[in-house]
């Protein structure tokens, strides 16, 4: 825990998605923001998560991931809820076997499933910050291979008390 930019006192959470082997790239955002709770991983980066974890091993508890369409080891899940501080919840999915029908409705029903308020999804290669329903849909965008006006990037999420702050 730390205090944040607004001066409350609150976890921040890196979240990144679509790296698709750009070991490069992974590894610079994260060593820019080692001050980091963890890491959320959006899928579609298995190889260089991979690489990275066998020569940090000490970076495996840090890095969570979901696996995208381009991931292949079944071991790695395809949602994961992940418990956040001050009774947070967030739940973790590339979003590629969404995309039938309302992506945007099947992540909503999603997060009332699993009981979350915050969602991180990649796949689109666009970043995304919007409430729906009461519930935060965020996309970091492509970290590699964006395809919006937006240079590769990231996202940030700082959980505190009153709510979680989003920022790309």
């Not at 790239?25 to 260089?48: P, Q």
């Not at 940090?56 to 080891?73: F, T």
């Not at 501080?85 to 029903?109: E, F, I, R, W």
């Amino acid at each position: 825990m730390k205090q944040n930019r607004t001066g409350d006192i609150s976890m921040q959470i890196l979240v990144i998605s679509d790296t698709h082997g750009r070991y490069d790239i992974l590894r610079k955002v994260l060593s820019e923001h080692r001050d980091a709770a963890f890491v959320i991983h959006c899928g579609d980066g298995e190889y260089e998560t991979e690489r990275l974890i066998a020569e940090h091993p000490e970076l495996k508890q840090w890095i969570l991931q979901v696996r995208g369409n381009c991931d292949h080891d079944r071991a790695i899940p395809l949602v994961r809820e992940i418990e956040l501080p001050y009774g947070h919840k967030a739940v973790a999915v590339h979003g590629h076997t969404m995309m039938h029908g309302d992506l945007q409705q099947n992540l909503v029903d999603l997060a009332k499933e699993c009981g979350a308020d915050i969602v991180l999804f990649g796949h689109l290669h666009v970043r995304i910050d919007r409430n729906v329903e009461g519930i935060r849909l965020f996309s970091p965008g492509s970290a590699a291979q964006p395809r919006d006006q937006f240079p590769p990037g990231f996202g940030l999420l700082d959980v505190m008390e009153g709510g979680i702050l989003t920022s790309h």
